[in-house]
């Protein structure tokens, strides 16, 4: 009776704890602030053989991603959508998530999705723990617990715990610690039951937003418990209460301390220097200096912050002219002038007598960046302009200073029709007559034999021929696509084509045969033997240009003529081919007298067996029919006698000649 008080109890109080915080299911998920956005290490107890795993969990607004990869009917999952949620209480939720990837049993099966129902917990801002309320699915690998409908997805508005979260063995903890953290589990951490309970009613204040600028040490958040504000270095208080107190309602006593900052100020000017960003006045806030364009820091900070005591931390910046290096030699160029080496000072070259200008700058400048603009120049010969491009040749080697060469190559499959391959650079700066490549030209192939000409693109390099065996022919040697090459030959061979064969015909029963052979449009006869005709098939079949013969195998069969018929006889004939029968049947009244009740026709066209003759019943008395019967004996006795007489003579007459 107490046990189910007892169990009466909790069932009203988590129902109660359930209507303080959430009436219905949420299907518009929402996820504890804290768990957002960030990436969380998981740490779990591996179903299939109890080992402690670690793995990464990232979450974002209402999306998962983890490290762990499930595989289903070689579907691979690892994306999740929060798709429903329960808020229990300040601390717990039971959150619903849905795989983005779906899955199907089978060809014909429908989709279907995996759902992890997460009872979660909070700890502290960094550290979760969590149960999964639903029982091991198999059809997963690795094994875990997940929810797996069979039928149709349900709805996300379903009520969460009786639809998704559903178990009938007590899950183990699982763990989500933020990164680089190091909070500790506590040793009360437990599955709360039922699904939508909450594991505890004691009176507690929700923990107050952040203070800028504040540090503070508490002794818990329940009734009685204070958490002591201070402010941090570089502020000051200004309002709000220092000691905080959580009251019976669960609020906390006082006002938020509100702590401003120092102010610095304002620095003096600075020459050659200008501000590039400032952040404030206040403790922590920043100047940032930036030397002009061309000069470079010779002493003091370009980054000053203001501290604790009111005053900005190192001294001016002083800034003065950068100095660009010697610059590096120029080839067969000599200096002309130069102003100095600061920033923008200038050096002036010029090529020597004979020499262009072939690249680099012979005017340069000293730059912010302690360089000189441009590139040392580089002074040439005097040379031809690159001559325009060949068609259909390449530069096999290439000089461009006066009186030098260019030698082409014509390419492959082309050939020289005009011009020269050789170009010289002329005193004029200009070069000699260009070369002109042209495709090469194969000859008329050979003919071919009983082959035709289907196609040809040409006799250039490249260009193809297509032939066609005759009807009925097919190819025997050669080939029947041929490509003009470079050496101006056809590719290949001519192709020979050849008159298909049939395969050999074989015997017909009852039949001779003569052919005239087994080519294209060959033909062979058949001859049915004599008293044979032809009923089906033909007599005469030619070799068709798809290698079979025409027409279908003759069969040439004998006939038996009619059997005839016979007085007081119902006949009936199934045939008169070979195997084929005439069955006999007396006529009511009469008996069979002689001949065969069934005759077979034969393969010699003749029927097996006689005719049948039925005769009339006779009408005898009894005393006629004694006679009959006794008369019918008599005479097989009387038979008898003569055969043992007739034996024993015979054996009389064999001994005597033994």
């Not at 199907?104 to 700890?123: A, D, E, F, N």
């Not at 032809?534 to 006939?559: A, D, F, H, Y």
Request: some cysteine; charged content about 20%.
């Amino acid at each position: 009776m107490e046990t189910l008080m007892a169990k009466l109890y909790n069932a009203l109080l988590s129902l109660t704890i359930c209507l303080m915080y959430s009436s219905t299911s949420d299907a518009a998920c929402s996820l504890p602030d804290e768990l957002k956005s960030s990436t969380w290490e998981y740490n779990y107890t591996k179903i299939i053989d109890s080992s402690e795993q670690s793995a990464t969990i990232s979450i974002g607004t209402n999306t998962m991603q983890t490290s762990v990869i499930y595989d289903v009917q070689g579907t691979k999952l690892d994306r999740w959508t929060c798709i429903n949620s329960l808020n229990i209480s300040n601390t717990q939720d039971v959150v619903v998530f849905k795989s983005d990837t779906s899955f199907t049993s089978g060809p014909s099966s429908p989709s279907r999705w995996l759902y992890l129902c997460m009872k979660i917990t909070k700890v502290t801002d960094d550290l979760f723990y969590f149960h999964l309320l639903s029982d091991v699915f198999n059809g997963v690998t690795p094994k875990e617990r997940v929810f797996a409908p069979d039928s149709s997805a349900p709805s996300h508005n379903a009520p969460t715990c009786s639809t998704f979260c559903q178990y009938t063995s007590s899950p183990k903890i699982r763990t989500l610690r933020k990164q680089g953290t190091n909070d500790v589990l506590p040793n009360d951490a437990s599955l709360c039951e039922p699904c939508d309970s909450a594991c505890d009613v004691a009176v507690t204040c929700d923990f107050p937003d952040t203070v800028p600028h504040t540090t503070n040490v508490t002794s818990g958040n329940e009734q009685g418990d204070t958490i002591t504000f201070s402010c941090s270095v570089g502020y000051n208080k200004n309002t709000g209460d220092e000691v905080r107190t959580c009251k019976s309602d669960g609020k906390w006593d006082g006002s938020p301390i509100v702590c401003s900052p120092v102010k610095c100020p304002n620095p003096s000017a600075v020459v050659s220097v200008t501000i590039l960003v400032q952040t404030g006045s206040n403790y922590l806030d920043t100047i940032t200096y930036q030397c002009i364009t061309g000069h470079e820091l010779s002493s003091g900070n370009l980054v000053r912050t203001c501290k604790e005591g009111k005053l900005w931390d190192g001294s001016p910046p002083v800034c003065t002219k950068v100095t660009c290096q010697n610059p590096s030699a120029a080839s067969f160029a000599s200096l002309e002038t130069q102003t100095g080496s600061k920033y923008l000072d200038m050096i002036t070259y010029k090529c020597n007598t004979g020499y262009e200008l072939a690249s680099g700058n012979l005017v340069r400048k000293c730059k912010e960046d302690k360089l000189w603009d441009g590139i040392p120049p580089v002074c040439i010969k005097v040379t031809c302009a690159s001559p325009s491009s060949v068609a259909f040749a390449t530069i096999s080697s290439r000089h461009v200073s006066r009186s030098d060469t260019i030698r082409y190559i014509c390419n492959t499959g082309y050939e020289l029709t005009s011009g020269i391959m050789v170009r010289t650079c002329k005193a004029d700066k200009t070069w000699n007559e260009s070369p002109v490549c042209s495709k090469i030209t194969c000859q008329n192939p050979s003919a071919a034999s009983f082959a035709s000409l289907e196609t040809q693109t040409g006799s250039k390099y490249l260009d193809m021929i297509t032939y066609k065996c005759n009807t009925g022919y097919e190819l025997a040697s050669g080939n029947l696509v041929r490509k003009c090459k470079a050496d101006k030959q056809w590719d290949g061979n001519p192709p020979v084509c050849a008159k298909i064969t049939c395969q050999n015909t074989w015997p017909v029963a009852f039949s001779t045969i003569s052919t005239t052979g087994n080519k294209y449009q060959d033909t062979v006869t058949y001859t049915c033997n004599t008293g044979y005709e032809l009923t089906s098939g033909n007599l005469v079949r030619t070799c068709m240009e798809n290698k079979n013969w025409s027409g279908n195998q003759p069969v040439c069969t004998i006939t038996c003529p009619d059997p005839g018929e016979s007085d007081h006889v119902t006949r009936q004939l199934n045939g008169n081919n070979p195997t084929e029968t005439v069955v006999y049947k007396c006529d009511s009244g009469y008996d069979y007298f002689s001949g065969n009740t069934t005759r077979v026709c034969g393969s010699d066209g003749q029927w097996s067996g006689e005719k049948l003759v039925c005769r009339a019943y006779l009408a005898v008395s009894n005393e006629q029919s004694n006679y009959i019967i006794a008369g019918t004996i008599s005479g097989v006795l009387f038979i008898l006698a003569i055969i043992v007489i007739f034996l024993f003579c015979y054996c009389i007459v064999r001994k005597k000649k033994n």
